[in-house]
């Protein structure tokens, strides 16, 4: 339903004084979910970068270096690599919702069964036979 013309000029004056804070601004920025999935993805960047510089480090450094190096190095590329990965699973699932004029972050994750998932047939598949008499 689209805003009458008082609602919105209130709306934008309201938009207007709230982008001029920059304390509202930045409590804002730092709670938004794509920021803070970037900053994921930055930091897992920078790690897979140390583990690559670690390891070519290694073995250009020589034999008594690479024992330890090139595997703290490989550890290092692989939990960047995972965190990237983690990052963009955790980003593209985050939804924001507004309850009583208070936005929480929802994610995701698994809360309950699917409607048409495998725990939600297998139910289904047990009351019917609950429900006839078949279970034994």
């Known amino acids: 339903m689209p805003l009458s013309d008082h609602e919105q000029r209130l709306f934008e004056q309201i938009e207007q004084s ?3 804070d920059p304390q509202f601004a930045s409590a ?3 709670h938004d979910p794509a920021h803070v999935t ?3 993805f930055i930091l897992a960047g920078v ?3 140390i583990g690559i510089a670690v390891v070519i480090g290694t073995v250009i450094v020589g034999d008594d270096v690479a024992k330890w190096g090139a595997p703290i190095g490989a550890v290092l590329m692989f939990g960047g690599l995972i965190l990237g990965l983690w990052a963009q699973r955790r980003g593209s699932n985050v939804k924001l919702k507004a ?3 208070k936005a929480s972050r929802t994610t995701g994750g ?3 069964p699917k409607p048409g998932g495998f725990t939600s ?3 289904e598949r047990w009351r019917r036979r609950r429900d006839n008499g078949d279970i034994f």
């Open 28 to 30: 804002v920025r730092a």
């Open 99 to 101: 309850v009583d004029g």
């Open 47 to 49: 790690v897979t970068v």
């Open 38 to 40: 970037r900053r994921r």
């Open 110 to 112: 698994a809360k309950g």
């Open 18 to 20: 709230l982008s001029e």
């Open 121 to 123: 047939r297998m139910e």
